[in-house]
């Protein structure tokens, strides 16, 4: 079965699932699976962090996103001692585009936001394909742990646990 994460969204499951995240362009895809158990997760996020007058969390802010989708691993019976994040994202699809001064470098914000949640929570980074000028489809499959990333111009590959 395949099930669609959109942006600002986080699903779970367990095999036989495959989570996919359409058109990774400055957003992030940030996976997390516990290999043992075949549970795993992902979340597409658009921007590093809520501002402070935000008071509610929201999974299209990376660091909000991850918390959730961990949270919601552990509340499946995740062991987070096993738990590895994989991810993918953060270009600059738009290089000759001049960005408002607020949203200079989202991409390499979002990377940066998502290296020092996953830091912070003590969850390996095992895998990453990140940065470039092109966007992504990302395909998560929950039986093996793998994360294919189907590149704009179509070359593909594999990261594995």
Do not use: W
Not at 10 to 15: A, D, E, M, T, W
Not at 36 to 53: A, F, I, Q, T, Y
Not at 125 to 137: H, I, K, M, P, T
């Amino acid at each position: 079965m395949i099930q669609p994460v959109g942006i600002g969204e986080l699903q779970i499951g367990r095999s036989p699932l495959i989570l996919v995240a359409y058109g990774i362009g400055s957003c992030l895809g940030v996976t997390l699976y516990d290999l043992g158990r075949n549970l795993g997760g992902m979340v597409h996020s658009l921007l590093p962090e809520r501002s402070p007058d935000e008071p509610v969390p929201d999974p299209k802010y990376v660091t909000d996103g991850v918390e959730t989708l961990l949270n919601r691993l552990l509340s499946q019976g995740a062991n987070r001692a096993t738990l590895r994040a994989k991810l993918a994202g953060g270009a600059h699809i738009c290089p000759g585009l001049i960005e408002a001064p607020k949203m200079a470098a989202i991409g390499q914000r979002n990377l940066l936001a998502a290296r020092n949640v996953l830091e912070r929570l003590k969850i390996p980074l095992v895998a990453e394909d990140s940065a470039g000028d092109f966007g992504r489809n990302l395909f998560f499959d929950l039986e093996t742990g793998t994360l294919t990333i189907q590149r704009v111009d179509c070359r593909e590959h594999r990261t594995d646990l």
